[in-house]
Nanobody, 120 residues
Framework: QVQLVESGGGLVQPGGSLRLSCAASGRLFSINRMGWYRQAPGKERELVAQFTSSGSTNYADSVKGRFTISRDNAKNTVYLQMNSLKPEDTAVYYC??????????????WGQGTQVTVSS
């Protein structure tokens, strides 16, 4: 079994910062893509930032220059540092990863989601 456990969401004022964490655990062999999506009320889920299988990073245009994705491979953990937050960043943030298990099966996994609310 593989799990993605997120933490770090909350309420923050516009211009503030938050740091999200996502730790993968279980019978995993390797992690391919890993990153963050978000879904605001009434909108489709969208990519925020991710590490690709080659190790490069992708960011949504709306967060470039404000958000930074990083990772700790030893801890199977990915982070999302969010600065200069705007009300339009309000959403449920989901961790996403393509993980190969010890049974050599690769599947897509999602975290349970963490709420980020940007409001004064």
């Amino acid at each position: 079994q593989v799990q993605l456990v997120e933490s770090g969401g909350g309420l923050v004022q516009p211009g503030g910062s938050l740091r999200l964490s996502c730790a993968a655990s279980g019978r995993l062999f390797s992690i391919n893509r890993m990153g963050w999506y978000r879904q605001a009320p009434g909108k489709e889920r969208e990519l925020v930032a991710q590490f690709t299988s080659s190790g490069s990073t992708n960011y949504a245009d709306s967060v470039k220059g404000r958000f930074t994705i990083s990772r700790d491979n030893a801890k199977n953990t990915v982070y999302l540092q969010m600065n200069s937050l705007k009300p339009e960043d309000t959403a449920v943030y989901y961790c996403n990863a393509f993980i190969r298990t010890i049974l050599m099966m690769t599947s897509e996994y999602w975290g349970q989601g963490t709420q980020v609310t940007v409001s004064s």
